[in-house]
T-cell receptor, first 114, second 111 residues
């Protein structure tokens, strides 16, 4: 069965520092990959997605992610974190050829210190 | 802008009450989902629907039912609310197996 692992439950970074959030998936073929962000008390907002092609994808709010097939990873990065980036981040996998139903990781909570 | 409307942001209900959570989307998407979100457990799929009048159980359907009489509306029903159903409920919709769009969530408290 497909699964998504976000190994870090909580990460704290200083404002202005770089950020990398890890995501590993388990799936037999290349899946569709997504990163979502959730601010406190809100729904999930799509940051970026990968379907095919260039393995480095750009998203909103200055985020990017790189798909590495050999490592089954889709890590999220940002070169300089802003205080407003404090939120919870979810990685998700979509199964190619299926009818839908994304599989989500358990999330990584990001705290930003001044 | 994509719009997913959940009928309530906050809801307080008593144990044993029948609770309806409504979700409406304006994108004419086939797929609609109900998740619950609890700290440390991430998003867990309750029910989903690929078309009008169709429904499929997700990972945690016990204690819930759903209704999809129209394509744009997907309702989650708690037949007899219990305190362990206190949670954040998120509705989402999706075309095919591309990205899902989420509502703002309903924080339900059962007392």
């Amino acid at each position: 069965a497909q699964s998504v692992t976000q190994p870090d439950i909580h990460i704290t970074v200083s404002e202005g520092a770089s950020l990398e959030l890890r995501c590993n998936y388990s799936y037999g073929a290349t899946p569709y990959l997504f990163w979502y962000v959730q601010s406190p008390g809100q729904g999930l907002q799509l940051l970026l997605k990968y379907f095919s092609g260039d393995t480095l994808v750009q998203g909103i709010k200055g985020f990017e992610a790189e798909f590495k097939r050999s490592q089954s990873s889709f890590n999220l990065r940002k070169p300089s974190v802003h205080w407003s980036d404090a939120a919870e981040y979810f990685c998700a996998v979509g199964v190619v050829g299926s009818q839908g139903n994304l599989i989500f990781g358990k999330g990584t909570k990001l705290s930003v210190k001044p | 802008d994509v719009k997913v409307t959940q009928s309530s942001r906050y809801l307080v209900k008593r144990t044993g009450e029948k609770v309806f959570l409504e979700c409406v989307q304006d994108m004419d998407h086939e797929n609609m989902f109900w998740y619950r979100q609890d700290p440390g457990l991430g998003l867990r799929l309750i029910y989903f629907s690929y078309d009008v009048k169709m429904k499929e159980k997700g990972d945690i359907p016990e204690g819930y039912s759903v209704s999809r009489e129209k394509k744009e509306r997907f309702s989650l029903i708690l037949e007899s609310a219990s305190t362990n159903q206190t949670s954040m409920y998120l509705c989402a919709h999706q075309r095919g197996n591309t990205e899902a769009f989420f509502g703002q969530g309903t924080r339900l408290t059962v007392v």
